[in-house]
């Protein structure tokens, strides 16, 4: 190939992977993506009082009945337990937030790249299909995850002989709903993964077709 036909092919193939429109494109997303987060760490901020007041008073509540055992013993280990269930919980659903926050900047960009693909021509029909399936995961795992955050747990005490039984029937329930959260994460995630492996196909897809067209020439 004449080395004027090669530079012709560079010119091209950069215009594809660098297009005039992205910092344009860059600055709208980026102004989008900070409007979201600042929606959304009003709302966790909301949440995260309306859920002190509630721990506060099952914390009395809870106070009261852990007085009423006799082993001082057994009081000190379940008032552990019980402070360890809750900062586990917090901890945990807090991390799917921040995840899922992620995952939607992740669909907004995708949704970008979409509509650009398709005016150069691309078919996005997958594309579209795989972002709407991985927005509803994200809902779906949203809901879940700001659900299992507002739960509280308390143990059950009766007294002294059934302590370790209901201390053991709380901690497992909230094993329980903790996986059942993260595997809607998980799904949120996958589903996300999907769109964006079948974004970049179509842009290489683009960038091969820009690349023969050039060498036909």
């Not at 193939?13 to 344009?24: E, G, I, K, Y």
């Not at 360890?84 to 807090?94: L, V, Y």
């Not at 709407?132 to 795992?141: D, L, M, P």
Request: charged share 25%; proline share 0%.
């Amino acid at each position: 190939m004449s080395s004027k036909w090669l530079f012709i092919g560079i010119l091209i193939l950069a215009t594809v992977l660098f297009p005039v429109s992205v910092s344009a494109q860059t600055t709208a997303s980026d102004s989008a993506t900070a409007s979201t987060t600042t929606s959304i760490a009003q709302k966790r901020l909301t949440e995260r009082q309306n859920a002190i007041a509630a721990r506060r008073e099952t914390r009395a509540e809870f106070q009261e009945k852990l007085n009423k055992l006799k082993d001082e013993k057994k009081k000190i280990i379940v008032d552990r337990i019980n402070t360890k269930i809750t900062e586990s919980n917090a901890k945990a659903t807090e991390k799917m937030k921040a995840a899922l926050v992620k995952f939607t900047t992740y669909l907004t960009r995708l949704q970008e790249r979409s509509t650009n693909l398709k005016t150069a021509g691309q078919d996005t029909t997958t594309l579209d299909s795989l972002i709407t399936t991985a927005t509803t995961a994200v809902s779906t795992a949203t809901t879940a995850v700001e659900t299992q955050a507002a739960k509280i747990y308390t143990l059950t005490i009766t007294n002294d002989s059934t302590v370790r039984a209901d201390v053991g029937k709380t901690t497992s329930q909230f094993r329980l709903d903790i996986q059942a959260t993260y595997k809607t994460v998980t799904a949120a995630r996958l589903a996300t993964l999907n769109a964006f492996t079948e974004a970049a196909k179509l842009t290489e897809k683009r960038i091969t077709d820009a690349s023969g067209s050039v060498m036909m020439q």
